[in-house]
């Protein structure tokens, strides 16, 4: 592949994240050539299949999970502003964001950034 650009979501599968290894391979195409390697990240619906999911968890509980997505079932809005889900978002070692950079990419893909729609209902 020589795309010059590859939108890729940090985790192989529900559990196992890509390595900083792994990053920096995928930034070379076949041809010699360098590419940038964009992380995917919701910070507009939680997803049940996350490192963050907590088992116990139902819509309002906590406070700023809402509704299912009835598109794409597992996904759930989330209250965007709210401390605690920030805490996953960003700002420490294990929250996404900082998993993502710590791998290597050269940047995120922030979905679901259009929820406060929901909100305005």
Same mark, same amino acid.
């Given at each position: 592949?020589?795309?010059?650009?590859?939108?890729? /979501? &940090?985790? %192989?599968?529900?559990? !196992?994240? &890509?390595?900083?290894? /792994?990053?920096?391979?995928?930034? !070379?195409?076949?041809?010699?050539? !360098?590419? &940038?390697?964009?992380?995917?990240? %919701?910070?507009?619906?939680?997803?049940?299949?996350?490192?963050?999911?907590?088992?116990?968890?139902? !819509?309002?509980? $906590?406070?700023? &999970?809402?509704?299912?997505? $009835?598109?794409? $079932?597992?996904?759930?809005?989330?209250?965007?502003?709210? $401390?605690?889900?920030?805490?996953?978002?960003?700002?420490?070692? /294990?929250?996404?964001? *900082?998993?993502?950079?710590?791998?290597?990419? *050269?940047?995120?893909?922030?979905?679901?950034?259009?929820?406060?729609?929901?909100?305005?209902?």
């Amino acid at each position: 592949m020589n795309y010059d650009l590859l939108i890729i /979501d &940090l985790f %192989s599968n529900a559990s !196992t994240s &890509l390595s900083q290894s /792994d990053v920096s391979s995928l930034k !070379t195409k076949q041809n010699g050539g !360098t590419r &940038l390697v964009i992380a995917y990240m %919701s910070i507009g619906e939680a997803e049940n299949y996350r490192f963050y999911w907590k088992q116990d968890w139902k !819509t309002g509980s $906590p406070s700023w &999970l809402r509704e299912e997505n $009835p598109e794409w $079932p597992g996904n759930y809005a989330v209250r965007y502003w709210h $401390p605690d889900w920030k805490k996953i978002i960003y700002g420490n070692s /294990d929250a996404y964001l *900082d998993r993502i950079l710590a791998a290597g990419f *050269d940047g995120v893909y922030l979905d679901k950034i259009d929820v406060f729609e929901y909100f305005e209902k």
